[in-house]
């Protein structure tokens, strides 16, 4: 079956940076892409961009792009996040999300990673 | 940027009851359109796509319709593991956007 699996929480002072991680299994990982989804506390939905993992296309969000890098391994089935300067408005729940098109322009996220909790403080 | 507006922001319902919430996009955004559930502190669920496909292994008493700018999610029969937060999202353009989310409640 289809996992992605993230890696752990994460404590960082103002002005670090964060990588998380999202491993995944059961399909073929350069057939789909990855979203990556925050959520800060008590909040909604942020999409924050996406990779495509085949070929490391890139889309990021305006208010992020000046900070995020998103990459992929294909040689582990990894897809990789990661954010600087990180400032308390960055303490999130962070989603990884295999990407699906349906043809035309219609994407879903339909398998999500389990989340990574990102705190920043001093 | 394209808005998606979600209504109500919450609302409070029995088991049995049926259920529909409004998704209304800024604008025209064809039928791209999903339907995400999220449990607290779970991960969202994708439960339809592309407005009204349900997605592998969702119940049949979710639905989806609409095109365009507006659109609906209908549950038909409250189930207790239905309550829970509900999100819309479209992919009709980058940046992808959420509705603000639709809490649903036990009576």
């Known amino acids: 079956q289809v996992q992605l699996v993230q890696s752990g929480n994460e404590m960082k002072k103002p002005g670090a940076s964060v990588k998380v991680s999202c491993k995944t299994s059961?399909?073929?990982?350069?057939?789909?892409?990855f979203s990556w989804v925050r959520q800060a506390p008590g909040q909604g939905l942020e999409w924050m961009g996406w990779?495509?993992?085949?070929?490391?296309?890139?889309k990021y969000a305006h208010n992020l792009q000046d900070r995020v890098t998103m990459t992929t391994d294909t040689s582990t089935s990894t897809a990789y996040m990661e954010l600087r300067s990180l400032t308390s408005d960055d303490t999130a729940v962070y989603y990884c999300?295999?990407?699906?098109?349906?043809?035309?322009?219609?994407?879903?996220?339909?398998?999500w990673g389990q989340g990574t909790l990102v705190t920043v403080s001093s | 940027d394209i808005q998606m507006t979600q209504s109500p922001s919450s609302l409070s319902a029995s088991a049995g009851d049926r259920v529909t919430i409004t998704c209304r996009a800024s604008q025209s955004i064809s039928a791209y359109l999903n339907w995400y559930q999220q449990h607290p502190g779970k991960p969202p669920l994708l439960l339809v796509y592309?407005?009204?496909r349900l997605q592998s292994g969702v119940p049949s008493r979710f639905s989806g319709s609409g095109s365009g700018t507006e659109f609906t999610l209908t549950i038909s029969s409250l189930q207790p593991e239905d309550f829970a937060i509900y999100y819309c999202?479209?992919?009709?353009?980058?940046?992808?956007?959420f509705g603000g989310g639709t809490k649903v409640e036990i009576k």
């Open positions: 999300a295999r990407g699906t098109y349906y043809g035309s322009g219609s994407y879903s996220l339909d398998y």
């Open positions: 999202q479209q992919s009709y353009t980058t940046p992808l956007t």
């Open positions: 592309t407005a009204s």
């Open positions: 059961g399909y073929t990982f350069t057939n789909y892409g």
């Open positions: 990779i495509t993992a085949y070929s490391g296309n890139t």
